[in-house]
């Protein structure tokens, strides 16, 4: 079980906003997802990704391949606007599903939220950005320190927790 | 697919899946492989052989025809066909064989999951008739359209046939969720996601794309993607047969609700009400995770829950799990705020039940509503009765109350605390929570 931190925000100013800032308690509240729980979430979301992206792939060869067959035939334009489809769709599944729901799709599925360690909210956009796409890929890719991190770490974050002010939380409630 | 194996329906315990319909098939289509390594083994050395010969020759310039000669005579066209050659039954035995282990495997998977979800619905000799009907028009079709090299590459293997299963499972399980398993081993490598839109993205849009890719563009990875989509639409229609020749109504999930459902007589004293309200209520006593014969209900019982004992409102409370409350809030909520105003009891055994995300959730539908603000101190009060012993649950109650309290209109937390009051007329006749004014339906549809 988490341990319950009183935050310290502004008064409630509207009954929608007394049960967004009970929610937000709530989920401070909450157990503090397992690593093995978010090596699952991450499993899972490779997976759809290679859903995804073989899709977008498989849709480049042909609509933009014609008589050709190879991908080095496509035209640069083509590939171009498949591309940029692509990134676009990433950036929606991870960083825009975490800043509007709490998590990507394999998260929420598990029953996982990423929220602010201090309010219980969920992490602004920014945040988001800064958190998946920049100090997630520091922590994995230098010799995965970032992964290692959660061995000094009393509550199990990670670097990209750390340093983006970020938890994951498990709610039994929603698996 | 492979990544993503749907395991089950979500279903009851007592009407999940059995294990041996898909071990039967999988042990059927293991001894076909075994008993035709040889046929096999013989033909691989046979290719092997054709390849040296048209090294050594290679500037021949009839050595097309001369191939096509060679393929025309292999050993696996014996049992196996062929664009060039080809017979009903070795389309029938094509579903049973398979060109390597690797090939195999992969579809020893497919085959377990495929006949053990269908068999959920259906029973194993219709599964059957699936897989080798669906997966021989599959290869049929695949056989007509190939546009390989030579006319005479065999056509095997049972993907045709394990998509005809899940074309069927689709189409029984549409609206319904499944079970998958991504192959980490925990129970929380199982997970459910609604079948119509995740189960066409995953089984078939990409097949799709890839026969597309296959048929128009000569792109061939040594998959048969035709008779993956083929298969899936002769599951599919076949399917939709039987239902329709069964007389299978949407709303039902599993063979126990069906065959309830098709043993029911109309009472004597039929009443447009009361009698459809049992009728669900048997059902989901079958079938609880039946969430379109719960709306079906709960549009009932909220435009006629004065009419309802004790007894109903109690059970049809215990019908809404944390995973409907979560998917339906509005109606779960508006069955809820309807009970609270009429004063009906609400269900301890629910509160108790009920893990405080869905309160908030049933709470946050009802702060939205002018009329739901008293339901929504109710709702709280009685979930923090419900909860005595648990301290957690207490203190966040209290400080959500207080914070409610400082919120609310002053008229709508005196009246929210009057207990036990007879008199409904101070309260809303109906909540304005979108099915006020809506006639309520009957159960003849």
Not at chain 2, 29 to 57: C, M, N
Not at chain 2, 318 to 344: E, G, Q, Y
Request: hydrophobic residues 45%; aromatic residues 12%.
């Amino acid at each position: 079980m988490g341990h319950y931190v009183k935050n310290k925000k502004r008064r409630s100013r509207s009954i929608q906003q007394a049960l967004e800032d009970a929610e937000h308690d709530h989920h401070l509240d909450s157990q503090d997802a397992e690593f093995y729980m978010r090596v699952a979430a991450f499993l899972l979301d490779s997976i759809f990704l290679f859903l995804i992206s073989s899709t977008v792939y498989h849709s480049m060869f042909i609509f933009g391949a014609a008589e050709k067959t190879t991908v080095r035939q496509i035209s640069p334009l083509v590939a171009s606007v498949f591309l940029s489809v692509y990134a676009t769709i990433l950036f929606l599944y991870i960083c825009w599903s975490t800043n509007r729901f709490g998590g990507t799709a394999a998260k929420l599925l598990l029953g996982l939220r990423v929220i602010d360690c201090n309010t219980g909210e969920k992490l602004g956009l920014t945040r988001v950005i800064l958190r998946e796409l920049v100090w997630k890929p520091i922590g994995i890719l230098v010799g995965a320190i970032g992964l290692w991190w959660t061995v000094f770490e009393r509550d199990g974050r990670t670097m990209h927790d750390v340093l983006s002010q970020s938890v994951v939380k498990r709610l039994d409630g929603d698996a | 697919m492979i990544l993503l194996v749907p395991v089950r329906p979500e279903v009851p315990k007592a009407h999940r899946p059995r294990l041996w319909p898909g071990l039967l098939l999988v042990l059927i289509t293991s001894l076909a492989f075994i008993e035709i390594l040889p046929i096999i083994r013989h033909d691989t050395d046979y290719i092997q052989g054709i390849k040296a010969v048209t090294k050594t020759q290679i500037h021949n310039e009839d050595i097309s025809k001369r191939v096509n000669d060679y393929l025309s005579l292999r050993p696996l066209l014996k049992i196996a066909p062929a664009k060039g050659d080809w017979d009903l039954t070795r389309v029938l035995f094509a579903n049973f064989i398979h060109g390597n282990v690797g090939h195999l495997m992969l579809n020893l998977v497919g085959i377990f999951a495929g006949a053990r979800i269908c068999t959920t619905f259906v029973p194993f000799f219709i599964t059957l008739c699936f897989f080798i009907v669906g997966g021989s028009l599959g290869l049929l079709v695949s056989l007509q359209l190939s546009s390989a090299t030579s006319s005479f590459i065999p056509h095997v293997g049972a993907s045709g046939g394990i998509f005809a299963m899940m074309g069927a499972f689709y189409v029984y399980n549409f609206h319904y969720r499944t079970k998958y398993f991504f192959w980490f081993p925990s129970k929380h490598g199982l997970f459910s996601l609604s079948t119509n839109w995740f189960f066409f993205f995953d089984a078939i849009l990409l097949e799709l794309l890839l026969s597309g890719s296959q048929l128009f563009l000569n792109h061939v990875d040594g998959v048969d993607h035709v008779a993956h989509v083929v298969g899936f639409g002769v599951g599919a229609t076949m399917a939709i047969l039987l239902r329709a020749i069964q007389g299978w109504p949407a709303f039902l999930q599993t063979r126990g609700e069906f065959f309830y459902w098709s043993k029911i007589e109309r009472p004597k004293n039929y009443d447009p009400v009361m009698t459809p309200i049992e009728t669900w209520m048997g059902l989901l006593r079958i079938n609880p995770f039946n969430d379109l014969l719960k709306i079906k209900l709960l549009r009932l019982a909220v435009a006629h829950c004065s009419r309802l004992s004790d007894r109903q409102v109690d059970e049809i409370f215990r019908f809404l799990s944390p995973t409907f409350i979560k998917l339906h809030t509005p109606t779960a909520t508006a069955f809820v705020a309807v009970a609270i105003l009429k004063n009906r009891i609400v269900s301890k055994e629910w509160l108790a039940g009920t893990p405080y995300d869905s309160v908030i959730r049933i709470a946050k539908q009802l702060g939205g509503q002018p009329d739901g603000v008293v339901v929504l101190f109710r709702v709280m009060q009685e979930y923090k009765k419900a909860h005595p012993d648990n301290p957690s649950i207490q203190r966040k109650l209290e400080l959500l109350l207080a914070k409610l309290e400082g919120v609310m209109p002053q008229s709508a937390h005196s009246t929210a605390e009057e207990p036990g009051t007879d008199d409904v007329s101070k309260f809303p006749r109906e909540p304005s929570l979108g099915l006020s004014g809506k006639k309520a339906r009957t159960g003849s549809e």
